[in-house]
């Protein structure tokens, strides 16, 4: 069983549109999770990390953990051309990060 | 703050040659590092975990005769690919953690081998 598994991909949005990316993952001990941004050919970087339930919001992306469901997901609003990317969740499992397989996003113009 | 480095950015080889690539933390101590390799379209594996002063941690069906780590600094830790093969041809991607810290890691820009 995978540890962290991300809805597949890909995933198209109009400009200007939300873009809504979800992730679970088996580690219920789980504490700290994360939002990569990976474009192609480039390591990943870091857009939103989230340690407790609720939502937490950064600008036009906004990530949500129930650590009760094992759930987290992350909002994309006011989609971007330049949001083309793959996004990459990630999860702590015993100070180790473990990611799951990502979501493409193609925001169409 | 927060940067790391990696050298080189892409490397093309001969096969059965080794090549070592590096990965420093420009402004932050980092007593952990981690190494991962991607292969087109999946995601990162980590492959190794590397401790300042100590032998790595390798992940299971990671060879660590072939993929040689050391990290004999708080700001610089080493892959060696020993006599490379063309299905090691991947993007290697190394983080580094805040000495201290127990979860947010920062990534190099990776590391584009290409063995012939």
């Known amino acids: 069983q995978k540890e962290v598994e991300q809805n597949s991909g890909p995933l198209s949005v109009p400009e200007g549109a939300i873009a809504s990316l979800n992730c679970t993952y088996s580690d219920r001990g789980s504490q700290s999770f994360f939002w990569y941004r990976q474009y192609s050919g480039k390591s990943p970087e870091l857009i939103m990390s989230?340690?407790?339930?609720g939502d937490k919001e950064d600008g036009r992306f906004t990530a949500q953990l129930n650590k009760a469901s094992q759930y987290v997901s992350l909002l994309i609003r006011d989609s971007q051309p330049s949001d083309s990317a793959t996004y990459l969740c990630?999860?702590?499992?015993?100070?180790?990060?473990?990611f799951g397989a990502g979501t493409t996003v193609t925001v169409r113009a | 703050g927060a940067v790391v480095s990696q050298h080189p950015s892409w490397v093309i080889c001969k096969s059965g040659t080794s090549v070592k690539i590096e990965c420093r933390s420009l402004d932050f101590q980092a007593t952990t590092m981690f190494w991962y390799r991607q292969f087109p379209k999946q995601s990162l594996m980590l492959m190794a975990t590397?401790?300042?002063?100590?032998?790595?941690?390798?992940e299971q069906g990671v060879e660590k005769d072939k993929f040689l780590i050391n990290h004999a600094s708080l700001t610089l830790s080493t892959l060696t690919v020993t006599s490379a093969h063309p299905e090691d041809s991947s993007f290697y991607i190394c983080s580094a953690r805040f000495a201290g810290g127990i979860s947010e890691q920062f990534f190099g820009p990776g590391t584009r081998l290409t063995v012939l």
């Open positions: 990630a999860v702590i499992n015993d100070y180790k990060l473990s």
């Open positions: 989230i340690y407790s339930n």
């Open positions: 590397s401790n300042e002063g100590s032998k790595a941690t390798y």
